[in-house]
């Protein structure tokens, strides 16, 4: 009976924050008129210290929403960091945000058994729910210079699509400044 339990129990961890059903996919992207405002945050980093959100406007932003505990969120990672590290720093950023993923302490132990190289905060309530609440991990949103959002994507592997938004926000923005 423990078994079945436990096998019951890693198949739904496996698949919990995957993106099976109608939420999963990505959002497409909205014209500049029907962009929402991302939220304005301050939020502590790891090891110590604070990430504003108003430091990131200008630059195209991915916002990664995660937990130590989901699979898919940890499978990403890899592809996470070469994105930190391919992209421009000047016109993109990028931070993962966990949540329910206990304590302060409770995470940090995970940057480096992880290898995450991209800045990483500890989420809260009051960001959740102001981009609009988080039914599944992983969960990121592109954010736009003008600090909208641009899309929201559910689940991993996402990568590809992330570049082009990053490609054409920038060329987006490229074309405006040339005005």
Not at 128 to 147: N, Q
Request: aromatic share 10%; net charge negative; with cysteine.
């Amino acid at each position: 009976m423990k078994i079945i339990f436990f096998l019951t129990l890693l198949v739904f961890n496996l698949t919990a924050c995957s993106t099976a059903g109608p939420e999963s996919g990505t959002d497409d992207a909205a014209t500049l008129s029907e962009r929402k405002p991302a939220p304005e945050f301050n939020l502590d980093t790891f090891p110590e210290g604070t990430i504003n959100s108003a430091e990131l406007e200008g630059k195209v932003v991915l916002v990664d929403f995660w937990a130590t505990w989901c699979v898919p969120c940890i499978k990403e990672i890899p592809d996470l960091n070469a994105l930190h590290h391919e992209q421009d720093s000047d016109k993109f950023a990028m931070i993962g945000i966990t949540i329910q993923s206990g304590s302060h302490e409770d995470v940090e132990p995970y940057i480096e058994l992880l290898e995450i190289e991209y800045p990483l905060v500890m989420g809260d309530e009051a960001v959740e729910a102001g981009f609009g609440g988080i039914i599944g991990y992983p969960t990121k949103f592109v954010i736009g210079p003008d600090w909208t959002i641009y899309k929201k994507y559910l689940g991993g592997e996402v990568k590809e699509q992330i570049e082009q938004d990053i490609r054409d926000l920038t060329r987006e923005t490229d074309v405006v400044q040339a005005f």
